[in-house]
């Protein structure tokens, strides 16, 4: 799997919208991006996924550049509530290993009133 | 809330110790994950069960070991503990190899070894 950089942390306003950046240069045609958030003390939380397309659902717009090599994730209105660290990932799927995620560091974001 | 039920949420054992952790999956779903994550870190891979099968291992040591019932519930077990073994370990169950989307995470137990 692919290895992601993102900046360690981030702040956003309340009520803004908050631009998580994700590098994966390496990227593979077959893998796909994953977003997760994990709030204090609680399991990981899916967020988006996509393959080269933009994505788009209820929480969340994932950007992926033409090229595969960058991703955006945007919280189109942050709220307190989204005060937590952003995993990017990327992995193959349809194969063997469909619970295996890589998790790095991820972006710690601070949503600030 | 997921509806991946882990167990017990706190427990406090002592080095050389042994320790049984349990997760109940997500209704339908046949492939559970299990995760270490020590503090200031992102959760790492220990193994994946499919089937009542390991069919995926991090890189862990043998002391870690798991089982999967026919009910999709699993286990993870840890031998001879050591110290840095302290962490919050996390279950995540799918619908299965081959498939493409989100893994449901349980809220995790947390392992403190004195």
């Known amino acids: 799997d692919a290895k992601t950089t993102q900046p360690t942390s981030m702040d956003c306003a309340e009520g803004r919208a908050a631009n998580l950046p994700c590098n994966h240069s390496?990227?593979?045609?077959?893998?796909?991006v994953y977003w997760y958030r994990q709030i204090h003390s609680q399991g990981p939380q899916y967020i988006i996924h996509?393959?080269?397309n933009n994505e788009t659902n209820e929480m969340a717009s994932l950007i992926i550049t033409e090229d595969r090599k960058s991703s955006t994730l945007i919280l189109p209105h942050a709220t307190l509530r989204d005060t937590a660290v952003y995993y990017c990932i990327v992995r193959v799927d349809g194969s063997s290993n469909t619970g295996k995620l890589i998790f790095g560091q991820g972006t710690t974001l601070q949503v600030k009133p | 809330e997921t509806g991946v039920t882990q167990s017990p949420t706190h427990l406090i054992k002592t080095r050389g110790q042994q320790v049984t952790l349990r997760c109940s999956s997500q209704?339908?779903?046949?492939?559970v994950s299990w995760y270490q994550q020590a503090l200031g870190q992102g959760p790492q891979f220990i193994f994946q069960?499919?089937?009542?099968?390991?069919?995926g291992r991090g890189n862990f040591p043998p002391r870690f070991s798991g089982l999967q019932f026919p009910n999709y519930s699993s286990e993870l077990n840890v031998n001879a503990l050591e110290l840095d073994d302290s962490a919050l370990y996390l279950c995540?169950?799918?619908?299965?190899?081959?498939?493409?989307?989100?893994?449901?995470f349980g809220e995790g137990s947390r392992l403190t070894v004195l």
């Open positions: 995540a169950s799918s619908s299965g190899t081959g498939h493409t989307g989100e893994l449901f």
């Open positions: 390496t990227i593979s045609g077959n893998e796909y």
């Open positions: 069960y499919y089937r009542e099968e390991e069919n």
């Open positions: 209704s339908g779903h046949n492939t």
């Open positions: 996509g393959l080269k």
